[in-house]
């Protein structure tokens, strides 16, 4: 990534994305999801979400989604506050939406103008539990979307986790598998900052530059953000890294499965572990990793921490994490 | 109602409030709520309600509701796309919100910025469903409100019916309880149009002019607003209309409760009926209601249909509906 | 009016617009302004104005106003904060935009996406400065704005003046002429609350259901709005009134020619009279009008008051006005 | 600045800025900005307006400015849109507004709640055409707006030409002189991305972290904004660049005066130079100097080309330019 910044660092080229950096990303773009795809370079994951939101549905309407979803429960109400939108949020039991959960939240005709209307269906690939999309399970979305007047967004800031731990391609399980549009992360795969937005039809990006610079995402040095995402996109890096993020969390899963006392809590499909234990021991383990404490969800007597592997964790620090978890449970496990 | 406008039209005065039916209401408002309680005419319920929660929460916060609530389900997500908030709802048993289920919205400090902090308690009194809150139970929401750092709204558009349906008054059960900001209807309880919003200490309300006039609720010939407002407020004529309205949910309720093949769904405790039935003559009845038909909802093989009695309802009206209700029914009943 | 309102209260009828006024309305408009025009009851006007821009330009964009257009200096950032939209001012002599005056807001396709684009031509017809737009001056803006890619949105809270100054119909000066939207005002016509939103195309006006809803402008009782509207456009009661108001304002306008000290400040072409006179007894004649004091603009030694003469001014209103006016003028005039 | 990201690249870190760059940043802002200033890192220059414009004034408020202000002509209305302000802005002879220019858009308690009350003075220091405020001029402005209730906010995107250009410090011309607010640019003075807001007060910072969340410029890996803007802070290298890139602008002045049939438009304070000349060679030098054509406003048979000198700027650059611009020039020139 830094090796791509410097890169672009060299001569004098336009700015707000008059660049070559910027051009390749949308050559990149099409040959990784199709002629028709047009990729714009956004700042950041939340303002990615935020503007394409607002290129899919008009204030006033609304968006499907599980409750888990980053941009319901993650994103300070900018969807609300920013897009206009009100989030239709369904409970889930592994973080992903289907027709029939999302049929539970469809309205009725007649409730017009008194209702918000979903217009947006949003998934995220991979969930924020970890879980993954088959391309059959984005298919039956996009299908179902498109039957009741809806296009569906998939928020992907975690998609090459999910693409590599299906051993699938970005495409496949996103806007080739009928999704109208997506949210790209760079972030969580190891870019140093910026994301981006891809539409599977240019009929739907037109106009798109107004709302990326108003939702304030325009990187006036631009060529620096495309430049990160070409490097994940040239020669399949983005792979290689969340391969790599993927099995380390494979391996921390094992490592936790021999543990006693200590449980997973959900089946480990991309890059995300949760382990669910006493609270006690829960507590003293999240306080001995500080300052880079991982998520603890307390409920009860029972915590769940939340374990996510990066582009640079390595098998020591897997290692190191579970010593800490053993030294914090009773001694008699 | 229609003679307090006509009234309210002779001689000129000034435009935008300034006028003796705005000064009046301002003294009921003091009457019947407290010597601190400040109180604007608005010009429609969704209104007062987005006008009020902009003045007690800023873009990017949150509410706590119920999931049955008017300003989650009605009001076109105007509380999202007006106000900037986030509504963060919660299932109930009766329409109703408790402290224990206030909580289980509450955020972690530790997630600020991520999530939209809660700093308003919205409730309906009466509910959507037609239950109401004893001044105990607004009083221990308050007082939860208070302790976590939040502010009680009351969404008062039946607030008539739920004090008439206690033999109490309006501010027993609302700002007198410990509530901090009320929307206080009128249309539902006989004027032609107009509600007000009330707020309990002068603090909050300053520089509410500007947001009711930005919020698009400023009427510029307001006595006439006034006018019906005080009309109902003075000598208690709000009660005796409510009185009226709850009574005839009554005399609905009991006729229903001897119907065989018809049940009630909810307790009637101000003036709305919920009767459930089989779907097919639920759908009957409410095709023979039309141009006036009530609201369905469908649930599988079973039929939900909520009935509210107004200012107007008779007793032949009652009569009437439940002739209609006989006939939907199959004849072995 | 309250005829209208009192006759619209008979007999039990649908809420939200399902009702036989509402339907009058639709025939009404549609007498008035062509098969094709689609009508919309409002509640006021500063609604009317912010709902009808909603429907014509999206967030980001711009409307190009006179800098003494109400949407920009009476409307407390509504169209701003509502709308998100820009206000691309420009000063007039006569409070009326021409082609050439709007050109010097056109923004550059270059500047994409960073200007705001201006999507929408807003005229006041008549002017807030009480000028008229002939129904070939309306025509050349529309014109041009379509050349351009844009809409024209005429605000006629003063339509029915503008309308009987010239011996004009409705019509002929706004959708007729070109124009693609009107806010129809009653309110300054009479009415004791109520505007509307008409379109020329229904195109234009699909879902605007929902933005008049969310906009905070639905009346639950339509047909106390829809029945004030439909007074003034039945038999031309309008025009009547509007006559008569435009005929006080020429009344007042000779009185004041008539008058040492005092100058008319714009040729009087609807129902405004700008008078102007030394600072002083401008002050003077202001305070002694209390407590319906005229507007005042100072500027240096020279005072403007601004006098409107409305459907209820009667000739004696006229005489005494005129005589506060020659007590506040100095005894050598 | 490239440096700067690698560094703090190494070793693994908090992220949304608990991490050890962002905690020097707060110590570098206390050392150049006093003890009570307190900064946040951003993404963007725009954002970095938009939510500090968001602290410091509530939607359907008024921001006073000057016609040329970048708030008010490159940010594709998201001040309005976002932050619900409506911009009052001023036309100024040479792009700076003072309190004489300010107080022409004050406005009168009376037309409270119908106009947009002014809450904020908004200027650019170094100014949109190159201009700068003195520390006395920031003072008075300063004053003016404190005396009037409204805080300033200064626009310090190119700050640092504007101190280089004085000879003096970063604080001194802007919170140091009175001001409230500062939006520090670090992009256009070499950073690859990243901009900085700083409050003189902490009281005004409250929150801020939820509008910097929800204005979509919140940088999960902020250390890497944070090291950028340290670099810039460190060892005053900010002057050395900006020295650099305003010497460059004299150059280049100096060429311009010396060559027949081109004038400086403005003196020049900063790095910005805007040259005049006929329209024809105008157009024909922009031409000449793509891909990197400076901007050109037309007005009539005049051209005027705005050139912005940077970091990166050599001798070199300039004599190439002058060297194009001699080519357009007609050869009896």
């Keep these: 990534m830094l090796e791509a910044i410097a890169e672009a660092n060299l001569g004098h080229v336009g700015s707000y994305g008059a660049d070559p950096e910027t051009e390749r990303f949308g050559e990149l773009v099409r040959k990784e999801f199709g002629d028709r795809a047009?990729?714009?370079?956004m700042l950041n994951g939340t303002g990615a979400n935020v503007a394409v939101l607002r290129a899919m549905a008009r204030p006033h309407q609304a968006?499907?989604?599980?409750?888990?979803?980053?941009?319901?429960?993650?994103?300070?109400?900018?969807?609300e506050a920013i897009a206009g939108l009100k989030l239709l949020t369904v409970d889930t039991p592994d973080g992903?939406?289907?027709?029939?959960?999302?049929?539970?939240?469809?309205?009725?005709p007649a409730d017009i103008p008194h209702v918000a209307w979903p217009v947006v269906i949003s998934v995220a690939q991979a969930t924020e539990v970890g879980t993954v999309y088959?391309?059959?399970?984005?298919?039956?979305?996009?299908?179902?979307?498109?039957?009741?007047?809806?296009?569906?967004?998939?928020?992907?800031?975690?998609?090459?986790?999910?693409?590599?731990?299906?051993d699938l391609g970005l495409n496949e399980i996103s806007l080739g598998a009928g999704a109208d549009a997506l949210s790209l992360g760079a972030n969580k795969n190891g870019a140093v900052f910026g994301e981006s937005v891809?539409?599977?039809?240019?009929?739907?990006?037109?106009?798109?530059?107004?709302?990326?610079?108003?939702?304030?995402?325009?990187?006036?040095?631009?060529?620096?953000?495309?430049?990160?995402?070409?490097a994940q996109l040239e020669d399949g890096l983005w792979r290689e890294i969340a391969d790599h993020s993927n099995s380390?969390?494979?391996l921390l899963a094992d490592g936790i499965e021999w543990t006693e006392g200590a449980d997973l809590g959900q089946s480990v499909q991309a890059n995300i572990v949760f382990m669910s234990m006493p609270i006690g021991p829960a507590r003293k383990l999240v306080?001995?990793?500080?300052?880079?404490?991982p998520l603890l969800f307390e409920a009860g007597e029972a915590g769940v921490i939340r374990l996510v592997c990066s582009w640079d964790t390595q098998p020591e620090d897997i290692d190191h994490f579970l010593g800490l978890l053993r030294e914090a449970l009773p001694a008699d496990h």
Aim: proline residues 5%; charged residues 20%.
């Design 63 to 79: 968006v499907i989604c599980a409750s888990t979803a980053h941009i319901s429960i993650d994103e300070t109400a900018a969807p």
């Design 96 to 108: 992903k939406l289907t027709p029939e959960l999302a049929a539970t939240r469809l309205a009725d």
């Design 198 to 230: 891809i539409f599977a039809d240019p009929e739907l990006a037109r106009g798109f530059e107004v709302l990326r610079k108003g939702s304030l995402q325009l990187a006036s040095k631009m060529r620096f953000v495309s430049a990160q995402l070409n």
């Design 287 to 293: 306080e001995s990793c500080a300052p880079n404490a």
């Design 248 to 250: 380390m969390a494979r």
């Design 38 to 41: 047009t990729g714009f370079p």
């Design 134 to 166: 088959t391309p059959e399970e984005i298919t039956a979305l996009a299908d179902f979307a498109h039957e009741n007047g809806m296009l569906l967004h998939v928020d992907g800031s975690r998609l090459a986790n999910a693409a590599a731990s299906q």
